[in-house]
């Protein structure tokens, strides 16, 4: 079921998001497979849906920063990220604040949480309607490639759930996720605001130690396509799709200008378009590893291994 992204559309969404059930909405970073964060139900279903795994926690967002409070304890440092970042494509994981109104399953039995308050008008105007904090991890099955439109979802869910309809995502990577520790703070996930951005307004990062999956995308295997995935390609083997880059054309281009944020936004419908062609494997052109490039970088690796 498509809904338009017009008060209609976003009335019934609040609606069925009131009422326990999930909706596909659009964010300014992929589109997201929302229900309400205090629901078991909700969340069950959620889970159900994208067959994902139980140890991983989802992102809760919020209308706003009063909003995040009354779940994950703020400091003086989250508080100047908030200030700088939201509404945008930054995921802060903290604190859970004691009797937090979430369901278990949010936070996969952590002591933590993840919160944003997203840009989008149409997921910030389903959030004010609704009334309620959301759990919305990215509207694909589990591991495969996040969705950039309402017709990547329905690529991976057809017709089993409702979808508001916002058009392309502008960034088109999944946000930014850091976590901020007693003696720092760490990069859980590379996202569209880059690390430098963060380290300038907190200072550098603290290295990350190997332990438990605190946020989405820390899996090593993650956004597969479904095939063979090979990657630095300057031109295409025998049975490749060519994702070019740059100077590097292909059957599909990131950015023919070589333009990053261009190649973020296009990233995932370039291997939605590569995933759904005739040839059997997938080659990316090389992409600097630099500002948002590491981002990108770091999504075509997982979807390598």
Known sequence: MILASDNAGIARAAEILRGGGIVALPTETVYGLAGRADSETAIAEIYRAKGRPEFNPLIVHVASCEHAEALGLFDDRARLLAERFWPGPLTL??????????????????????????????????????????AAPSANRSGSVSPTSAEHVLASFGNALPVVDGGSCERGLESTIVAIRPDGWQLLRPGPIAEAAVAAVLGDATPVTPGKIEAPGQLARHYSPGKPLRLDASAAE???????????AGDASLSPSGDLAEAAARLYACLHEAAASRQPRIAVAAVPDEGIGAAINDRLRRAAT
């Open 93 to 134: 994981v903290l604190p859970l604040r004691e009797a937090a109104a979430v369901a278990p399953a949010v936070t996969a039995g952590l002591p933590t949480i993840a919160l944003r308050v997203p840009a989008h008008p149409v997921m910030r105007a389903v959030l004010a309607e609704a009334g309620l904090p959301l």
């Open 238 to 248: 025998p049975g490749e799709f060519l994702i070019g880059f740059g100077d590097t």
